[in-house]
C-alpha cells in the first residue's frame, strides 16, 4: 500500500485532525461557510469525540457531506490493551501506515494521567531504555499526538476525569517540535480545543537544549528534563546526548528557562544500582542543581528484560532522598505504575510495523 507524506493510506481524505484551528478556519472561509462552523467542528472532535461527521448533528447535511468529501476521521487503532493490577492500562495502537505506539493511562486519586508517545521509536539511544531498542523510526504527526488522548478519553468512565498529559512516552518531543506544539496548541491554547490547562501538561526532554529557548516561548506547559547523573562520564554513558550538550550546558540553559514566576524545572533522575546512587551522587545533585529552580523525581530504575541494570534496595532510595531533602530541596520517589504489564518509565517498546 503506498502512503501519502503525513503517513495515510493514498486516496484517502486528509485526517481533518491534522488541522490547527487557524487551517480549519482558512479551509471553512474557502468554501464559503461561516465562520462559527470552525468551533462547531472543533467541538464536536475535541469536546464530544465524535467519529464521523454524520454525528455533528447540529451541522447541516449539505455542510456535512461537504466535510466528507474533503476530510476522513481517523482513529487510532485499538490493536490490544493491558490491565495492571495497579489499574494502569496500557495501550497499543495501530497506526495506518502498520507502526504502532503504546500509550499509558494512569489513575490517580482524583483523576486520569495519559502518559503519551510522540514518536515511533526514538533515535536518543538511553540505555536505560526499551523504546531506545529500536531506534528512531519516524516522527508522529499532529493527528496521531491527539488521536492517543481521543482514543482513551473515549473509554473512561466514573468520576475520574482525564486531565493531565505526559510527554514522556516513545521518543523525543523536542525532536518532533512542530507537531508537539501544533497538538499542544489545540490542547491548550484554542477554546474550543481539548481545553486542558498549562499546569497538566508535562513534557520530558533527554536535554536538546538548542529547542529550549523555543518551548519558553511558545508554550507555559510543564517542564522536565531527564538528568540521571551528576557527571558526564556516567551521563554519557547512560545517554550519549550527553556527548553533544554536557551537563554544564544543560544546567546553564535550564537555568535561562523562561519559566512562569512560580514555576520549576522537574529533573527527572533515574536511580540505578551502583551507577548512580551513591551518598556522594546525591551531595553532587544538590550542588548541581544551585543555579536552577527546581525539584526532583527519583525514580527507582523499573527493570526490564533488554537492561542488566538494577534498582537499588529501598534503603539506598531513601538515603538518596533524604540528602535531597535535608537541603531543601522537593525529591519525591516517583513509585511507577503499571510495571507488571511493561508500561511503566522506560519500558515502552512497540516500534513494529503490523
Known amino acids: 500500500m503506498e502512503f501519502s507524506s503525513d503517513n495515510r493510506p493514498a486516496g484517502r481524505p486528509k485526517d481533518i485532525t491534522e488541522l490547527t484551528k487557524e487551517e480549519l478556519s482558512l479551509w471553512v472561509k474557502s468554501h464559503g461557510l461561516p465562520a462559527y462552523r470552525t468551533g462547531q467542528i472543533m467541538r464536536w472532535l475535541y469536546l464530544k469525540h465524535a467519529t464521523s461527521f454524520d454525528q455533528m448533528t447540529d451541522i447541516t447535511k449539505n455542510v456535512r457531506g461537504v ?162 547523573a551528576t557527571d558526564n562520564k556516567t551521563r554519557s554513558m547512560l545517554m550519549p546526548i550527553n556527548d553533544r550538550y554536557p551537563i554544564e550546558q544543560l544546567i546553564d540553559a535550564c537555568a535561562r528557562y523562561a519559566l512562569t514566576p512560580r514555576g520549576k524545572i522537574t529533573f527527572e533522575y533515574i536511580l540505578i544500582r551502583d551507577v548512580n546512587d551513591t551518598m556522594e551522587d546525591a551531595q553532587r545533585l544538590v550542588k548541581l542543581l544551585r543555579p536552577v529552580k527546581a525539584k526532583i523525581n527519583l525514580i527507582p530504575f523499573n527493570e526490564h528484560p533488554a537492561s542488566d541494570f538494577k534498582r537499588p534496595d529501598e534503603s539506598t532510595i531513601l538515603r538518596f532522598q533524604k540528602i535531597l531533602h535535608d537541603k531543601n530541596y522537593t525529591a519525591i520517589i516517583r513509585r511507577s505504575k503499571g510495571v507488571d504489564i511493561s508500561a511503566a518509565c522506560g519500558q515502552l517498546s512497540a516500534v513494529r510495523g503490523a
Open 67 to 228: 466535510l466528507s468529501e474533503n476530510f476522513s476521521i481517523s482513529s487510532l487503532q485499538k490493536r490490544q490493551m493491558e490491565s495492571s493490577a495497579d489499574g494502569s492500562r496500557k495501550y497499543l495502537f495501530g497506526l495506518a501506515d502498520g507502526h504502532s505506539i503504546e500509550t499509558v493511562l494512569i489513575p490517580e486519586k482524583t483523576h486520569y494521567t495519559l502518559c503519551i508517545s510522540t514518536q515511533v521509536g526514538c533515535a536518543m539511544g538511553c540505555r536505560f531504555c526499551m523504546t531506545a531498542k529500536s531506534g528512531l523510526i519516524r516522527n508522529l504527526t499532529q493527528g496521531e499526538i491527539l488521536g492517543q488522548i481521543l482514543s482513551t478519553a473515549k473509554e473512561i468512565t466514573g468520576r475520574r476525569q482525564l486531565t493531565n498529559i505526559v510527554l514522556m512516552g516513545m521518543g523525543e518531543p523536542l525532536a518532533n517540535y512542530e507537531n508537539v506544539m501544533r497538538a499542544i496548541h489545540i490542547m491548550t491554547v484554542d477554546s474550543d480545543g481539548l481545553q486542558l490547562s498549562t499546569r497538566r501538561i508535562t513534557l520530558s526532554t533527554a536535554g536538546m537544549i538548542h529547542r529550549f529557548e523555543d518551548l519558553g516561548r511558545d508554550s507555559k506547559i510543564n517542564f522536565a528534563i531527564s538528568l540521571n
